[in-house]
């Protein structure tokens, strides 16, 4: 694994309703992972966070059901930026959030420098939706469906260039709580997705075993997404869309192990960490005790 990493901090939060989620940033340093990381031998460069526009006044809410678009492209668009310019140097990108919108510039960043990257989108939900199929009119449940170049203009061509990867690279883990559209978009496009359906029948040991096999046949680079609602509600708390029946802790402890040892990740990303909604900043260390494991952490 690259032992260089470049940190970005979002302080998103317009790409939900609830607010908080943006001292996610904060609240995953606070956690202690410079120095989690640095104990692995790890040299790590914290780029600070990035600048986030906040929204004017009387703007019209939700312009074609996408809240705080611009707001959130423009946004976007700066964190692409700047990952662009951490991939160039050859350093592994490690993005905190934040609301999972901020996921469509992490990967507008890092994308253009590969063939065919893989992803690895852990989380109790597909985030597959338009502006069209969106329930609720926010974003951060769209920017995989962005990524493949599904949606708003203003949100697909960040960075000037579209898609930024291809549905079958893609791998979904932990979804339990999939919108209709969404639904369409994975049957259409045929993508792999291991629901907990799958993760209970099979085991989170041959889940990744596949899911490492899969990539591995394919893709040039890996990206990690992984918004920690994901995880179960009792063990990550703080997130804004909680769903019941998520990944234990020591499911994605173990899924992050199996992917260290895979050596095939090259970017990760780490969103929807609340620490208003959190119970004495537990999701946040989660978080990080993940990173741990994702890094390389042994127990002997
Ligand atoms: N990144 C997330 N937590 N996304 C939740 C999305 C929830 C729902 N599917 C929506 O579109 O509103
Ligand atoms: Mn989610
Ligand atoms: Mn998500």
Redesign the pocket.
């Known amino acids: 694994m690259n032992n260089h990493l470049s940190v970005i901090g979002v302080p998103m939060d317009l790409g939900q309703m609830r607010r908080g989620v943006d001292m996610g940033p904060s609240a995953i340093r606070y956690a202690g992972m410079i120095e989690r990381l640095e104990e692995l031998k790890y040299v790590i460069d914290d780029l600070g966070d990035i600048d986030i526009p906040r929204p004017e006044r009387n703007q019209s809410e939700k312009l074609d059901n996408l809240r705080n678009l611009n707001e959130v492209a423009e946004g976007s668009h700066r964190l692409a930026v700047e990952v662009d310019k951490v991939v160039e140097k050859g350093r592994f990108p490690l993005v905190l959030g934040g609301?999972?919108s901020i996921a469509m510039g992490t990967l507008a960043g890092i994308a253009k420098h590969y063939e065919n990257l893989g992803v690895i989108w852990y989380?109790a939900?597909g985030?597959l939706?338009t502006g069209d199929s969106?329930?609720?009119g926010?974003i951060?449940?769209m920017p995989l469906a962005v990524s493949l170049g599904i949606g708003h203009e203003k949100l697909t061509n960040i960075l000037d260039y579209q898609p930024k990867i291809k549905p079958e690279n893609v791998v979904i883990v932990g979804a339990r709580?999939l919108?209709e559209g969404e639904r369409v978009l994975i049957e259409e496009k045929g993508m792999k997705v291991f629901t907990m359906h799958e993760v209970d029948s099979m085991g989170m040991p041959k889940v990744m075993e596949e899911t490492i096999q899969y990539l591995k046949d394919r893709t040039d680079g890996v990206h990690l997404s992984l918004?920690l609602?994901g995880l179960d509600p009792n063990e990550a708390p703080g997130v804004?869309?909680p769903v019941m029946g998520g990944l234990s802790y020591r499911e994605s402890h173990l899924a992050m192990e199996m992917l260290y040892q895979s050596q095939m990740i090259t970017s990760a990303e780490f969103v929807?960490v609340n620490p208003i909604l959190d119970e004495k900043n537990k999701t946040a260390s989660v978080a990080v005790g993940l990173m741990g494991s994702l890094f390389g952490e042994k127990l002997k």
Do not use: K, L
Request: aromatic fraction near 0%; charged fraction near 35%.
């Open positions: 609301d999972h989380d939900h985030d939706n969106s329930p609720s926010n951060h449940g709580s919108d918004d609602d804004g869309t929807e």
